[in-house]
């Protein structure tokens, strides 16, 4: 059965405190991984699409990678605003995507 | 470039009612998904509407149902409310025919059962 893990479930950083999160991944076929961010009662918002083992992205303070196996989102000294819900997402199918429970991260100045 | 917009933000039924929620998708854009969202929990996929017919469903039953329409825009129907349908509903539209599968949502819809 395919699936999507996250860890950890929430993570608190101190301001300028980088760190990662992970998402490991068991989807037979990959045609991409997806990141995003969700605010509180709001939709989720687009950060990244990986697509091969090896890729790497950047925006701002945040970097994503993919292995074979799991995606780490990176997050080089963080501010309070970067204090989200970040989802992952894998699809097989090109239309679905399978996403995990997330990690809630707070940023503290 | 309009986003995805989705009516109405809030709402609240009884069990045993139905319920539709409708989606604008964004400029451009010719398919659109839905997906549910629990408290706490990741958006679990519905299903995908291209060319006004659906093109994959999630594990969800036949009660929950769905139309596209010409402008691309969308309408999720559900029937028979149960208390477990309580969630927020998203609305994402991508571009089908090009490369990426990156999906764009909307604000979502919170849906109440009582």
């Known amino acids: 059965e395919d699936q999507v893990t996250q860890s950890p479930e929430a993570l608190r950083l101190q301001e300028g405190e980088s760190s990662s999160l992970n998402c490991s991944y068991t989807?037979?076929?990959?045609?991409?991984l997806f990141w995003y961010r969700q605010d509180p009662g709001k939709g989720p918002e687009f950060l990244f699409t990986?697509?091969?083992a090896g890729e790497e992205k950047e925006k701002e303070r945040l970097k994503a990678t993919l292995t074979k196996k799991e995606s780490f989102l990176h997050i080089t000294a963080p501010k309070p605003e970067d204090s989200a819900t970040y989802l992952c997402?894998?699809?097989?199918?090109?239309?679905?995507?399978?996403f995990g429970k997330g990690t809630s991260l707070l940023v503290t100045p | 470039e309009t986003g995805v917009t989705q009516s109405p933000t809030h709402l609240i039924k009884t069990r045993g009612q139905q319920v539709t929620l409708r989606c604008s998708s964004q400029?451009?854009?010719?398919?659109v998904s839905w997906y549910q969202q629990a408290l706490g929990q990741g958006p679990q996929f519905i299903f995908q509407?291209?060319?006004?017919?659906?093109?994959g469903r999630g594990n969800f039953p036949p009660r929950f149902s769905g139309l596209q329409f010409p402008n691309y825009s969308s309408e999720l129907n559900v029937n028979a409310l149960e208390l477990d349908d309580s969630a927020l509903y998203l609305c994402a539209s991508n571009h089908r025919d090009y490369k990426g599968y990156e999906q764009f949502f909307g604000p979502g819809t919170r849906l109440t059962v009582l």
């Open positions: 509407y291209y060319r006004e017919e659906e093109n």
């Open positions: 400029s451009g854009h010719n398919t």
């Open positions: 989807v037979s076929g990959l045609r991409g």
């Open positions: 997402a894998g699809s097989n199918s090109g239309y679905a995507l399978n």
């Open positions: 990986l697509y091969s």
